[in-house]
C-alpha cells in the first residue's frame, strides 16, 4: 500500500497560479493511475483530476478543465497538479490517490482507499 504525501499549497491571490505535488513511496507507483481530489470546509470531497499511469491518457472535472493540468513523473514517483487562475472556489484541502481505473465521463475506481494528509489550498484577496 503507497503511502502518499501532498505538498505544495498556500495561500494566493485570485488569478495566481500553483503547483501540488504528490510524493508516492511503498508501493508500485508506476502501476497505477492517479487521481487528485479536493474537500472544501463543510463539503463532500470532489474528484478534479487523473492520470494513467502512463500519462497517456487524463480526466479533468468542468470546474477546473482548462485551468487545471495534472502530470507525474514515474521516475520521481510523483503526481503534479499545476493550477492557474485560481478562483476562491477552488479554496480546499487537495488529496492525491491511486485509482484502479477512471473514465472520460467521470467515473472512477480507487485502488485501495489511502489517502494523505492534505495540502491547504486557499484562494482569497
Known amino acids: 500500500q503507497m503511502h502518499l504525501v501532498e505538498s505544495g499549497g498556500r495561500l494566493v491571490q485570485p488569478g495566481e497560479s500553483l503547483r501540488l505535488s504528490c510524493v508516492a513511496s511503498?508501493?508500485?507507483?508506476?502501476?497505477?493511475?492517479m487521481g487528485w481530489f479536493r474537500q472544501p470546509v463543510g463539503k463532500e470531497r470532489e474528484y478534479v483530476a487523473a492520470i494513467s499511469w502512463a500519462s497517456t491518457s487524463t480526466y479533468y472535472s468542468d470546474s477546473v478543465k482548462g485551468r487545471f493540468t495534472i502530470s507525474r513523473d514515474n521516475g520521481k514517483n510523483t503526481l503534479y497538479l499545476q493550477m492557474s487562475s485560481l478562483r476562491p472556489e477552488d479554496t480546499a484541502v487537495y488529496y492525491c490517490a491511486a485509482l484502479q481505473r477512471f473514465g472520460s465521463n467521470g467515473f472512477y475506481e480507487l485502488a485501495d482507499n489511502n489517502w494523505g494528509q492534505g495540502t491547504q489550498v486557499t484562494v482569497s484577496s
Open positions: 511503498g508501493g508500485a507507483f508506476g502501476g497505477y493511475a
